[in-house]
């Protein structure tokens, strides 16, 4: 006998990977639905891809910028080349989702519904204007903007992160409202291509809250002096309005009183949440709170019903979304096979395109932080790029790099806001997740010479636990 599932949101990232790992198994029956138009998932239209095109020409206009050995006016960004090149390379990749997609649904056991599905209640579900009713859902619809309620928002226009990507004329002067991951990319982008005079207002006491506080602590401090962004840090946007030349003027409150901002343009970078709205999760004994999905990729309400990538809320990051996609189609078969169900085990990973990419930041496995609350008995090590030759010689006179090790010597955490940090990372996945000990790994001289910060930390981490 089959067994029937469907994927609701079959072109995202998490989808994809449920799709094929299925489709292979000749005893399933599987539905495929997605009314993402044209389709091809949030990371390739809308995410990762698109805004990388935007910092590219962005950065490569700071970097001659902001280097003092060079002379001459900085260039001008062509705003229409730059987002008709990104829409012609966007297209080429959401067409190669969507064929890869459609090929699958070629195979007599895989339907693909260009449609919306909706919860008629556990078991049941509306695709279109028919009902199916699948043994297992995988629910993998993404994640939508989320636009904080502030009073008066709804009757001020304002810019989101999607229409920074397509835009081509900026005013001379903007309020951003988050300074989260979203803004800590498209802030500089906004002042560095589009010369644009920026208040940034953050309701957090602090950027990178997953971070040891200095990281987050010098990438401020590098953005205000570096694209003289005016941060507002501990501040919360009261309330909103239009002004009468058709910008906006906010109202502040740092706690201590409140102020009034005004600018052309609002940009509301306040990131994103699960798009789940449309799916009539009412009509179903699912709750969408924290702690709803397990582990096991599996929701806590229903065995039956598995919720991979942003749309579980819980690490909204594409590669994180493909694991989880493929952690949910084996233990769909292990659960229907009467067998135990998997964890979904991942070291914590983050790469923040921070500073154009000039000064990213990078996380993999533990923080000092993360690691005392653990009750992790461990030393850290700290280099600053100041004191590193090859970062010297390139011209970079600011970032840090952090090693947290265990008292084994075991590598625990990687922390890097420095050039070449996201480069770097995939040698630390390495390090981090083969539990390496931190006086067995090689210190051996090589070429390219960009990584000797490493090598430092190695090294100082090594001292540390002979002391």
Known sequence: METHVAVVGAYGSAGVVVAERLADEPDVEL??????DPGGGLCILDGC??????????????????????????HTVDFERTIEQKDENISTYASGRRSHVESLA???NVTLRRETAEFLDDRRLAVGDDVIEPDYVVIATGSTLN???????????????????????????????????????LVPYLSEAAGMDLTVVEQLPAVLPDADPVF???LVEYYREHFDVDIRLDTETKRLEQTEDAGVRAVLDDGTDEKSVEADQLFVFTGRKPALDRLGLDETRLTPEPGWVEDTMQARDDERVFVVGDANGAEPILHVAKEEGAVAAENVLRHRNGEAVQPYENVTHQVVFSGLTELPYARLG????????AGIEHVVATREVSGEGVFRSRDYSEGLARLVVGADGTVLGYQ??????????????????????????????YHPTTPEIIDGLLVDAAAELDE
Do not use: C, N, Y
């Open 49 to 74: 891809m698109p805004s990388k095109e935007l910092l590219t020409v962005a950065e490569r206009r700071f970097a001659a910028r902001d280097d003092d050995r060079l002379r001459g006016e900085a």
């Open 147 to 185: 636009v904080p309620p502030i009073p008066g928002i709804e009757d001020v226009p304002f810019e989101t992160s999607a229409d920074v990507l397509d835009a081509t004329d900026f005013g001379e002067s903007g309020l951003v409202v988050g300074l989260g991951v979203v803004g800590l990319e």
């Open 106 to 108: 070629e195979r007599d």
């Open 366 to 373: 533990h923080t000092a932080a993360s690691a005392s609350e």
């Open 31 to 36: 539905t495929l639905v997605d009314d993402g």
């Open 216 to 218: 987050g602590s010098e």
């Open 416 to 445: 890097g806001l420095h050039p070449d940090a996201d480069v770097m990372a995939k040698t630390m996945q390495l390090a981090v997740e083969m539990e390496l000990d931190v006086r067995e790994i090689p210190d051996r001289a």
